[in-house]
């Protein structure tokens, strides 16, 4: 009895410290906390940092390449209004889908930015790598794949990617099968089975259940997939006591944005952790919210720190993995709970 037990306690610590080892960062368009989103360089700087799979947002040019980008349009991330005036729709915007590849190759991207009250461009986030400083350009899928497995091949190490179909009912509206290209980009470079390294994720719960159907079979690729939830008023029936079960059947997680994980208005001594994270867990489902940052004002006012956010989605409301622009933080966040 006495054996048995130290047995149990044995194992119950092993399997504790494996579902901890399990626990993973993604990082959120590369170390974005610290160079221009979607760059190359902070790709290259994620993977340095020690990040489990680095983030890329996909989206279609006009000759059907695959951009890593993050909106469908390119206003905020690169200089396109200043090469291409003249290119905008009638909404003022400029379409990524507008512009060919080579075109898009004429682009300077830049620190994230909004056009302010005064006209002027003003830099999302004060702190962060200067808007306009430097020469940085907006990669293709094949590139950045490239650049990772090429990282895993000169490190020895096994670093994932966490592909995002940007719109695609917009792709589809414009009359591109993203998803599809997407699949077959994938499979091109080995992502074909649920035991590869990649992670396929959308919003579109639509889009999720047409790849699972029609595209994975068609293509013979069978990667996870997961679904991202922001707003909950989009599918309701996800919240509904069977709702993780029915995502399930074509689902392998679940992104969601962390105030669905903990509750923004937990106060520090009443943290409220929802009921999401162990619905997707009964049903057999990853969660991996979004997004942690440490900027001044991310950190909601139920945590000290960064580390304390990190602390109780991790371990409190025992989630996963995350989402995270400062991957070295929540890295080292990890190595220190070994
Ligand atoms: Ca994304």
Do not use: C
């Not at 979607?38 to 790709?43: F, N, S, V």
């Amino acid at each position: 009895m006495y054996k048995l037990r130290l047995l149990s306690a044995f194992l119950l610590a092993t399997l504790a410290t494996e579902s901890m080892a399990q626990k993973i960062v993604i990082a959120h368009r590369g170390a974005s906390g610290y160079l221009p989103e979607h760059t190359l360089e902070a790709k290259a700087m994620a993977y340095a940092m020690g990040a489990d799979y680095i983030e890329q947002d996909v989206v279609m040019t006009a000759d059907d390449q695959l951009i890593v980008l993050h909106d469908i349009t390119l206003d905020r991330t690169t200089n396109v209004d200043e090469v291409f005036p003249n290119r905008a729709r009638d909404d003022g915007r400029y379409y990524a889908i507008d512009f060919t590849l080579e075109e898009i190759r004429r682009l300077t991207a830049t620190e994230g930015f909004r056009i302010n009250e005064n006209g002027e461009k003003q830099q999302g986030y004060a702190n962060r790598f200067p808007m306009g400083t430097s020469t940085f350009s907006v990669p293709t899928l094949q590139e950045e794949i490239e650049l990772i497995q090429g990282l895993n091949k000169s490190t020895g190490k096994d670093i994932g990617i966490y592909p995002e179909i940007k719109q695609p009912a917009f792709h589809r509206n414009e009359g591109k099968d993203i998803s599809t290209a997407v699949v077959r980009m994938l499979k091109e470079y080995g992502y074909t089975t649920k035991q590869d390294k990649v992670f396929l994720q959308t919003f579109d719960f639509d889009e999720l259940w047409k790849i699972h159907e029609e595209i994975f079979p068609a293509e013979g690729v069978d990667v996870n997939l997961i679904q991202l939830i922001g707003d909950p008023d989009d599918y309701p029936w996800m919240f509904e006591d069977d709702g993780m079960k029915k995502l399930s059947f074509a689902a392998d997680g679940i992104g969601p944005s962390h105030g669905l994980v903990i509750d923004r208005s937990s106060k520090k001594g009443d943290i409220m952790v929802t009921g999401l994270v162990s619905a997707a867990h009964a049903s057999g489902l990853q969660v991996h919210p979004y997004t942690y940052r440490t900027d001044p004002g991310q950190i909601p006012g139920y945590a000290d720190s960064f580390e304390e956010l990190l602390e109780l989605h991790y371990f409190l409301a025992d989630v996963d993995g995350l989402f995270t622009d400062f991957p070295d933080r929540a890295v080292n966040f990890l190595d220190s709970k070994d």
